[in-house]
């Protein structure tokens, strides 16, 4: 079901940009409009190219920010996050949590 | 044209002329409408219903850019209990990597807020490491479930034992004391985990034992948006309707029993929930086109009048879907696209 639905009308997550787009709606409660377009004008791209997997694949392996497809030496996991909450201008819960764990901010 | 193939809310196949489809949706959105004292769809979005069901395609999916964002209940548990022999982490992996999900939620199998306060010392330092191996915001997920505060696994009376007793006001006074119970196990392990790092927290299938576990839902939610103001709370609806188990419990003035979708959303947003979930209850007699039909009237009133996030419940049994444990996709796909480019909403 989880699948039907993702291919029927899901964003796409790390496979995309339907990650990022679900962070502005967490973090800002953007409706889904509005955090597409704000997502889409952070990584200059149209709205569309957000659930194209080819643009955003490689887009995300410019960015660093974690893709679908792991090569070696690329961000996986907090990584990504770190430079995800950098590149949309929000707090991640995690990002901020492990600041606190090493005992100082790394950006 | 020939018959139409669709299938039943029980999920059996069954074929449909073109007037037969015309008035099961015509009549889903009536009843909705009637129901809920809500606007029916109009007639341009009944004939849009029309042709997706006409169509003769296996799956369909949204307009390219229309896509919106999944949220997901039950995350790991969704493998574990096909008895897929992954852990926790590598449930979510699974779900982040193959599966496409926007978002994930770690979960303990029970799924209810009283075993998870149980189990904190084992889950929270499973989220502390989930959260460094994968990208997705995560949720922390289970249900109220008042149910499992009655004796003699909790500490309260059984009401439904006190009821047909006559005793209604001990009947009563045992709800009222159980939503207390589900409260303090809500928030403990909402904080816990929230604090351990999760992006958020899900009341899931909040309503399943009537308005005390609505009422508990709401209550954890207000104690919760005022100790943590940017934790995300999505809430997730049972059915259609919220029960009057105890029937006389308000939130804010407002009578929980008896609440409809549009009308439980108001209570969620002022209770400080950030994402909604109503759930529309598939009737198992009527066809899919009908439940589809009747599904949208009423999520579409939600996305009207909200103004926090819509996730609509497509799952089993919900939203329009055949009420099966293993769906077929053309149904799920139906359902789906309906939901989405009908009511507008934010997320499945």
Known sequence: MSVAHSLASGMGGIRTAGDLVARMEIARGMKINEAKEYVAKKLEVSVVDLSDPVVMNELRRDLDIGSAYVLPGVAQGIDAKFRIAELLDIEINSVKKFEERIGRKLK | ??????????????????????????????????????????????????ELFKRPDRTVGVDVGKEVVLSYDCGPLKIKRSYGTASKFQSLQILERLFGADTLEMAHVDYSYKPARQLLWMDQPIMEQALLVTIPAMFYGAMPNLGLYT???????????????????????????????????????????????????????TGAAGDGDFLAALRATEVLRQKYPDICIEMGMAGEFV???????????????????????????????????????????????????????????????????IHGNVGMGVGGMPMQDVLPVDSVTRASKAMVEITGLDGL
Not at chain 2, 22 to 38: F, P, V
Not at chain 2, 280 to 309: G, M
């Open chain 2, 1 to 50: 044209m020939g018959k139409i193939r669709t299938r039943l809310g029980d999920g059996s196949v069954i074929e449909l002329s073109e007037s037969e489809l015309r008035s099961d949706l015509e009549s889903g959105t009536q009843e909705a409408a009637e129901r809920g004292k809500i606007p029916p769809l109009s007639q341009d979005e009944l004939r849009y219903l029309a």
């Open chain 2, 151 to 205: 004796q003699p696994d909790g500490p309260c009376t059984n009401p439904m034992e006190l009821l047909p007793q006559g005793k209604i006001a001990e009947a009563r006074a045992s709800f009222e004391e159980m939503v207390e119970h589900a409260v303090n196990d809500m928030v403990l392990v909402a904080s816990t985990m929230y604090e351990a790092g999760a992006d958020g927290i899900n009341f899931d299938t």
């Open chain 2, 243 to 309: 029960f009057g188990m105890h029937g006389a419990l308000t939130y804010d003035g407002v009578r929980l029993a008896g609440l409809y979708p549009h009308e439980q959303l108001k209570l969620a947003e002022k209770a400080g929930v950030s994402i909604f979930g109503p759930a529309v209850n598939t009737n198992t007699d009527s066809s899919c086109p009908r439940d589809v039909a009747r599904s949208s009237t009423f999520i579409k009133a939600c996305v009207k009048n909200s103004n926090i996030l």
